[in-house]
């Protein structure tokens, strides 16, 4: 089944620690993006990707870092993890960078950072 | 700095009666408006759209209406199914096509 897998699905880290999100696309979009939920705020944007080999920061980038090194992949690292980090993280894709295009969801990496 | 605001984090409905959800921005370059529903454990998922140079767009049980003047938009569903029970996210984007908005969430309860 075409969509977007993420990876890990849930995961447990120390302060301080490095972690990296994975997110994987099959359906050869060529957007992509990073999204936070946090109670009461809604999806954030984190970091943004409108095509392989760019990216670019969205409203709550800071602590992130990506890379676009192919179509498909569009992972997301936490150099130093803080407890401000814990939320749900969701990757999402769409054909292309368009105001009328609505993005495809994965289902999302619950973060917990102690 | 929320642009995008669902004011009323839960609603409850019976089954068969009209489900109608509410979302305000203040952006006035916002130009495309869309909702997404979300079940537990799963990521959202693309319900309806609307474009600024329109004020309903209708699919089937859903609804959307823009009142571009009030900055306000909703999401009717009639009539509303159990398996509408989800949270509903408003969003939108303007220019900046990277720069999507969401809203808090609402959570429809539809009661059998």
């Known amino acids: 089944i075409a969509g977007i897998t993420q990876a890990p699905t849930s995961q447990i880290l120390a302060a301080g620690r490095r972690m990296t999100l994975r997110c994987t696309q099959d359906?050869?979009?060529?957007?992509m993006y990073w999204y936070r939920q946090d109670l009461g705020l809604g999806l954030r944007l984190i970091h943004y990707?409108?095509?392989?080999?760019?990216?670019g920061k969205g409203e709550v980038p800071d602590g992130y870092s990506v890379s676009r090194a192919n179509t498909d992949d569009f992972p997301l690292t936490l150099a130093s993890a803080v407890p401000s980090q814990t939320s749900v993280y969701f990757c999402?894709?769409?054909?292309?960078?368009?105001?009328?295009?609505?993005?495809?969801f994965g289902d999302g990496t619950r973060l917990s950072i102690l | 700095d929320q642009q995008v605001k669902q004011n009323s984090p839960s609603l409850s409905v019976q089954e068969g009666r009209i489900s109608i959800l509410n979302c305000d921005y203040t952006?006035?370059?916002?130009?495309?408006f869309l909702w997404y529903k979300k079940y537990p454990a799963e990521g959202p998922t693309f319900l309806i759209s609307?474009?600024?140079?329109?004020d309903k767009n209708e699919d089937g049980r859903f609804t959307v209406f823009l009142n571009k003047s009030a900055k306000h938009l909703s999401l009717h569903i009639v009539p509303s199914q159990p398996g509408d029970s989800a949270v509903y996210f408003c969003?939108?984007?303007?220019?900046?096509?990277?720069?999507?908005?969401f809203g808090a969430g609402t959570r429809l309860t539809v009661k059998p």
């Open positions: 952006n006035s370059m916002f130009d495309y």
């Open positions: 990707s409108n095509t392989a080999g760019t990216t």
């Open positions: 359906m050869r979009h060529n957007a």
């Open positions: 999402a894709s769409r054909t292309y960078a368009g105001s009328g295009q609505p993005q495809h």
């Open positions: 609307i474009s600024s140079i329109k």
């Open positions: 969003a939108a984007s303007g220019d900046n096509n990277n720069d999507m908005r």
